[in-house]
């Protein structure tokens, strides 16, 4: 994701936010605007939420960044060492894990859309906690029929994110609360 250079397709005049000032904002609130101004630099205008989600794919970016730098042990024994939580998975799970958020990652970043990484790692983080908190969903697992799932589908925006490739993947909703989803 090359977060300046994709930024956004749509583009305004600083005179519309004070001509149409809502329509503008509605625009923003569904993806990134440029606001040109005559006598300045021009200015991005996004929600809250896409500059979030672009924050948490940088810094998830860095962490990945200095993951493959090291050489020392398998992706997956690397990714525990910077993601801890990670150990609480089966070494099998850890490998699926790992491969899923490099996956998640390239999509993201060739899509510039930080919601499919940011929900892999939602989805992975959650699957290794769940066990570990009392009253959770995971108190008692419901399993695909056997102890390994099938293959699910990739998370699609604003839908349901469910599990890939493990023993028991959580089923997550990336709606946003002011939706009702």
Do not use: Y
């Not at 005559?38 to 672009?54: I, K, N, P």
């Not at 020392?72 to 850890?94: C, H, I, T, V």
């Amino acid at each position: 994701m090359t977060i300046a250079a994709d930024l956004p397709a749509a583009t305004r005049r600083s005179s519309d936010l004070s001509k149409r000032s809502a329509e503008v904002f509605a625009e923003a609130e569904d993806h990134p605007v440029t606001v040109t101004r005559r006598d300045g630099e021009a200015l991005v205008l996004m929600s809250q939420r896409e500059a979030e989600g672009r924050a948490r794919l940088l810094n998830f970016a860095a962490q990945l960044i200095t993951v493959t730098l090291d050489d020392r042990g398998s992706l997956a024994e690397r990714m525990s060492k910077a993601f801890p939580w990670m150990l609480a998975l089966s070494p099998a799970d850890q490998e699926s894990c790992a491969q899923d958020r490099v996956d998640a990652a390239r999509a993201s970043f060739s899509t510039d859309q930080p919601h499919l990484a940011i929900a892999e790692l939602t989805s992975w983080k959650e699957t290794a906690t769940a066990p570990s908190r009392p009253g959770s969903a995971a108190a008692a697992p419901v399993w695909s029929g056997s102890t390994t799932m099938r293959p699910w589908s990739v998370p699609n925006r604003g839908g349901r994110q469910e599990g890939r490739a493990g023993s028991l993947r959580l089923i997550l909703w990336s709606g946003h609360p002011d939706n009702g989803s």
